[in-house]
């Protein structure tokens, strides 16, 4: 699941990202857990700090059937902002 998800417009957090809800996480994860599944937190940060988000997740991240995952292309560093049409 992409719970931040890259966006071509600042937003109101001024990141150029959007967060999914944490009922919306809980819920894909419940339904993946009912199939035995693997849940994978994927991030893509904008203009924002990684760090920002691991204590977010950290509670989720303690189980065994939950990874985290870092899309590089949409981890705008110095300034870039993603095109338009980022993280879609």
Do not use: C, W
Request: proline fraction near 8%; charged fraction near 25%; aromatic fraction near 10%.
């Amino acid at each position: 699941m992409v719970t931040v998800v890259a966006q071509g417009d600042p937003g109101p957090s001024g990141q150029y990202r959007t967060q999914m809800r944490d009922s919306q996480v809980d819920s894909i994860y419940n339904m993946i857990k009912q199939r035995n599944g693997i849940f994978f937190i994927d991030v893509q940060v904008g203009t924002d700090d990684i760090r920002n988000f691991v204590p977010r997740f950290e509670d989720i991240l303690k189980r065994p059937d939950v990874h985290f995952a870092v899309d590089p292309e949409f981890y705008m560093r110095g300034g870039v902002k993603p095109a338009p049409r980022s993280g879609r």
